[in-house]
Nanobody, 127 residues
């Protein structure tokens, strides 16, 4: 089991940037699928960005492709999500999640496949 703790959320105006961080309690630098999800009020949880920490491959939902970048600092056991050109549709609670040794790691991987979740950090983008 991995304890995850997100930070870095906040309120920004349209066009602004934020960098979210997710600190893990143990080494996740290999053999994990790490993901960022978000949930807006009244909507289902949506997978946003993923990284396979063994293959070092990444995947993004179409709505954030080219604006968001997921990365991992193995030495710090920390996952990041750099978010640029934010717009009000990006508003929501952002969660990081970890799954061990998934066959497929990406947007098509459902939330139920992830066993470990952080408590979330709020991102609010105003127009």
């Amino acid at each position: 089991q991995v304890h995850l703790e997100e930070s870095g959320g906040g309120s920004v105006q349209t066009g602004g940037s934020l960098r979210l961080a997710c600190a893990a309690s143990k080494y996740t630098g290999s053999g994990y699928c790490m993901g960022w999800f978000r949930q807006a009020p009244g909507k289902e949880r949506e997978g946003v960005a993923f990284i396979d920490t063994g293959l070092r491959t990444t995947d993004y939902v179409d709505s954030v492709n080219g604006r968001f970048t997921v990365s991992q600092d193995k030495a710090k056991n920390t996952l990041y999500l750099q978010m640029n050109s934010l717009n009000p549709d990006d508003t929501g609670m952002y969660y990081c999640a970890a799954a061990r040794a998934l066959y497929s790691c990406g947007v098509a991987t459902p939330p139920v496949a992830f066993g470990d979740w952080g408590q979330g950090t709020q991102v609010t983008v105003s127009s």
